[in-house]
């Protein structure tokens, strides 16, 4: 060790710093740091090749520039509908752009309003959510074709499915735009309480039929959104049609 005086300590007598005799710390911090420069640079040359190689994306729109496009079968309101599409088309936007089936509403287009609710083998989903191709050969019912499949394939006048009439007679809407997914959420929770599937707040998961009170059926619809808050008119629709002998509990 070399002591060295420093001109004026803390209280005023002469400092003593004390040093290293070996390697002072400047000169370690300066290897370190040029050990780390040459690792990173020789990893770094192993990780990238010399030449960078194309994405498969980009290798197979060289090749084809159609490679995306996939075939999906659906079977939309009982109507058989190939669809050729891009493999990443949402199945809302298969139904409104490719089939041009309006009824279902894009509002979010996240999962949040509920608006493109549609069934798929008679369970409900948001359209929204998910890609036309995982539904190759399953049926889809949509606002269109909710009351007679049939009628709707060949534009034929329907008579309304029992929960249209019900948010008619109810004014179960304002503006209408989250009618299509409300309805069509409405026939599929039905269908969920006749099978016995309890929700949050059903009291018991033993009951065979859930009993469908108005806390059960705000509940079961909470992924419904409505920007007018027609709330109380809906429920009562849903009442009314639950009601309905053989519908649900
Ligand atoms: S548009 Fe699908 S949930 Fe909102
Ligand atoms: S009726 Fe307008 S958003 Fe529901």
Do not use: W
Request: aromatic share 2%; glycine share 8%.
């Amino acid at each position: 060790m070399t002591q060295a005086t420093a001109p004026h300590g803390p209280l005023g007598e002469p400092a003593t710093i004390h040093r290293a005799s070996g390697p002072t710390r400047r000169a370690a911090i300066q290897r370190t740091a040029a050990s780390v420069a040459a690792l990173s640079a020789s990893s770094q040359a192993q990780l990238l090749p010399t030449t960078p190689a194309p994405s498969p994306l980009t290798a197979l729109s060289k090749t084809n520039p159609m490679s995306h496009l996939l075939t999906t079968r659906l079977i939309v309101n009982g109507q058989a509908h190939e669809l050729h599409a891009d493999s990443r088309t949402t199945l809302l936007d298969a139904l409104r752009e490719h089939l041009d089936l309006k009824g279902s509403k894009k509002g979010c287009d996240h999962g949040q309003c509920g608006a493109c609710t549609v069934l798929v083998d008679g369970r409900r989903i948001n359209a929204c959510l998910s890609l036309a191709v995982m539904h190759d050969g399953q049926a889809i019912t949509t606002i269109e074709g909710l009351s007679s499949p049939a009628a709707s394939a060949t534009k034929a006048p329907t008579t309304l499915h029992a929960l249209q009439a019900a948010f008619l007679k109810h004014d179960g809407f304002q503006c209408g735009y989250c009618t299509p997914g409300q309805i069509c959420s409405a026939a599929g929770m039905l269908a969920e309480v006749k099978q016995g599937m309890p929700s949050h707040v059903s009291s018991s998961l033993n009951t065979p039929l859930p009993l469908l009170t108005d806390e059960e059926i705000r509940e079961r619809m909470s992924g419904n959104i409505c920007r007018c808050s027609a709330y109380p008119n809906i429920v009562a629709a849903i009442r009314d049609v639950a009601q309905q002998p053989g519908v649900a509990s």
